[in-house]
């Protein structure tokens, strides 16, 4: 395993920030690590990366404790934090020197890792500025840059496209994939067609526990509320409409509403509205989502106190 987190548990005064969590990352995968602002997803990585100890169980990164062998760790994983933190008055080759200085590289060894990632993350152009007058779009770039600077085996990537402009987030995206391909990445984002397009697993968080691990198809099959598109041809009663066991509605449109249900409600309502002589203009089944998966499992608890 790339990554194994066994029984991990983060307490912070009374507050169980990560309450005995449990989950493994294989070679090659890009797993999406999701939850609501205080789920515990950043203490995870952190722990995972070494910031910061945990209160028990134990955490392997290709094979080495967390605690027990951190220096092996850190040789073995590559960070990116949420907020990014880079060297503002280093020009860009400069910058990635100095990280590759810091693992240890060396001689023609360094000169050709630093070449390797500018090519890489396509920092050709901009190598010779100040990391201070790059774009957000180019400062994620060198971020990814450094986190790769060592080749290790794991990335770990914190919200990467936070405040990207929509051809920023494609680059980086496509960067990611290419990346993935011989590292094992952990991407945490709270933008949910991100996890869709580069992810093949989910875990979802929720104060301090997983409620969800998953392929994305499985998670959307089997989680979420099915979603339907009724209008009607005249206005109908709301409230009865509203009343049917094991539904949510909401009003879309003139005489047009969205119907959410665990199971396939299309004849139970069609009955319904027969009975009451509702004429059904249309009814459409819409696709399900990460989104409603994430909010159908987390909605309870999205008040939590942000320890992450």
Same mark, same amino acid.
């Given at each position: 395993?790339?990554?194994? /987190?066994?029984?991990? #548990?983060? $307490? ?5 920030? $990560?309450?005995?969590?449990? %989950? ?14 205080g789920a &515990?997803?950043?203490? !995870?990585? =952190? ?9 028990? &169980?134990? /955490? ?10 951190? =220096? ?24 990635? &020197? %100095? ?6 590289? =060396?001689?023609s060894r ?15 152009? *901009?190598?010779? =500025? ?30 990467? !496209? ?31 067609? *991100? /996890? ?5 697993? $989910? $875990?979802?968080?929720?104060? &301090? ?7 994305? +198809? ?19 009663? %709301? ?16 005489? #047009? ?6 199971? +396939? ?26 989104? +409603?998966?994430?909010?159908?499992l987390t ?10």
């Amino acid at each position: 395993m790339s990554i194994e /987190v066994s029984q991990l #548990t983060k $307490v912070y005064g009374r507050q169980k920030a $990560v309450n005995s969590i449990s %989950f493994k990352v294989n070679p090659g995968e890009i797993l999406g690590f999701l939850g609501p602002n205080g789920a &515990g997803k950043s203490t !995870t990585m =952190k722990i995972a990366t070494g910031f910061i100890p945990p209160t028990s &169980g134990v /955490v392997k990164v290709a094979g080495f404790d967390v605690v027990n062998d951190s =220096k092996r760790v850190r040789e073995n994983i590559g960070y990116l934090p949420e907020h990014n933190p880079l060297y503002l008055d280093m020009y860009v080759h400069e910058y990635l &020197g %100095f990280i590759a200085s810091v693992h240890g590289l =060396k001689g023609s060894r360094k000169k050709a890792r630093v070449a390797e990632m500018v090519n890489l993350c396509g920092l050709e152009a *901009e190598q010779n =500025k100040k990391i201070g007058a790059l774009s957000k779009g180019y400062r994620q770039r060198v971020g990814l840059a450094q986190a790769l600077i060592h080749d290790p085996q794991v990335l770990i990537l914190d919200e990467p !496209t936070t405040g990207l402009d929509p051809n920023q987030l494609a680059e980086i995206r496509n960067l990611i994939k290419e990346i993935s391909t011989d590292k094992t990445v952990i991407l945490s984002t709270h933008i949910m067609q *991100e /996890v869709q397009a580069l992810c093949n697993r $989910v $875990v979802i968080i929720n104060r &301090g526990e997983i409620v969800a691990d998953d392929t994305v +198809d499985s998670l959307k099959g089997n989680n979420a509320r099915q979603a339907l598109k009724v209008e009607f041809q005249d206005e109908i009663d %709301f409230q009865l409409l509203a009343g049917m066991d094991g539904i949510e509605v909401e009003e879309i449109g003139t005489n #047009t509403y969205r119907v959410k249900s665990k199971d +396939d409600i299309r004849e139970r309502l069609f009955k319904f509205a027969a009975e009451k002589g509702w004429i059904i203009l249309s009814m459409n089944l819409e696709e399900r989502n990460l989104e +409603d998966v994430f909010h159908h499992l987390t909605q309870n608890e999205a008040d939590a106190d942000d320890l992450s």
